[in-house]
């Protein structure tokens, strides 16, 4: 499976971003999906995940960032409303075969290039 995440930039808090990761396979379906990220100088962290039926979020984001998925163009998508500076980030997608934790980079098999986010006060 190959991921390419889009949809980065810069844009003021309180501002909206979508990213999209596009996925190769044909199984695409069948995959948890993640979104992660990574501000400078700290850990990557969890931010959302989809299995096929079930969404998670980090308390940070949740109720701010929607993540959602359209199987039939193998796209993962990642809503984010209501930005803050400390939303900086470059995000990751993710694919994986479990369902067990969805918020552990380890559940992940794939990931995608990260996309820069930029949100400025």
């Known amino acids: 499976v190959q991921l390419q995440a889009s949809g980065g930039g810069l844009v003021q808090a309180g501002g909206s971003l979508r990213l999209s990761c596009a996925a190769s396979?044909?199984?695409?379906?069948?995959?948890?999906m993640g979104w992660f990220r990574q501000a400078p100088g700290k850990e990557r962290e969890f931010v959302a995940a989809?299995?096929?039926?079930?969404?998670y979020y980090a308390d940070s984001v949740r109720g701010r960032f929607t993540i959602s998925r359209d199987n039939a163009k193998n796209t993962v998508y990642l809503q984010m409303n209501s930005l803050k500076p400390e939303d900086t980030a470059d995000y990751y997608c993710?694919?994986?075969?479990?369902?067990?934790?969805?918020?552990?980079?380890?559940?992940?098999?794939?990931w995608g290039q990260g996309t820069e986010v930029t949100v400025s006060s």
């Open positions: 993710a694919a994986g075969s479990r369902y067990s934790a969805p918020h552990l980079a380890s559940e992940y098999d794939y």
């Open positions: 989809i299995t096929w039926r079930r969404t």
């Open positions: 396979g044909r199984t695409f379906s069948s995959y948890t």
